[in-house]
């Protein structure tokens, strides 16, 4: 008999260390247990420790306790100004209480399906009523606060055990079939705007050479006057002195006069026929 004992010894340390395996378990600070027994909820735990539940029969379900993120796919919106925008959004959350959200949703993965369809539906409303100037300016802030808080109030509703903390907005792009359209407005519209400013320049251009000609053309015309004025005076004085030197000597002065006229008319290419007796011979006849 004892030998026998001695020979259960190791089989009966087994047993025991296996149904102390499946009795005893710890629950960390970043973790929260819900204790069920076939399918049903039996208690939850949300304090650390060592714990213990009824071994082969009731079975521990670990939940994070920390915030969870929610990163989902981009999704189109329309706004009130019938732009169509692909909006990138992400959530955080976490898990309030273990019993209600093993009730209601039991996994993270079906949890973040539900709060994507109840945060993608306030996102539409929000910016179905807003237009698209006030989504990408300084009130989207003040818009995913008031999603974030509507989409928290609608999971109380549902009593899913969870709580959201924060909505945002990675990006919200243009769909790729309309963005060539907005930056051909976008790029007609810069140019409209280059070509008010060098209409502008042009009309500004007139001016300046308007008022350049103008002034041009009074200087002109008034060194001109000035020059007639100064070439007048000069000619009289130089009449005054060449009628004045003549005058002392009217011989000499109609000698000159002769000469200049030979001078100029008694050329190779030029033919006259005059007498002997003509005036205009005076001085080339023998004197």
Known sequence: MKNIITALIPVLLVVAAIVASDTFFITSENEQVVITQFGRFVRQIKEPGLNHKTPFIQSVIYYDKRIL?????PQEVVTRDKRTLVVDNFSKWRITDPEQFYKRAKTERV????LRDIIYSELRQDFGAHDLTDIISHKRSELMRLVTERSNAKVKELEMGVEIIDVRIKRADLPTANQQAVFNRMREERKRIARQFRSKGEEEAQKIRATTDKEKTIILAEAYKTEQEIRGKGDAQSIKINAEAFGKNPQFYEFLRSLEA???SLTEQDRM???QKSPFLKYLREP
């Open 273 to 275: 026929i005059l007498t």
């Open 262 to 264: 030979y001078r100029k």
């Open 69 to 73: 993120d929610h990163d989902v796919q």
């Open 111 to 114: 949890a973040e399906e539900r």
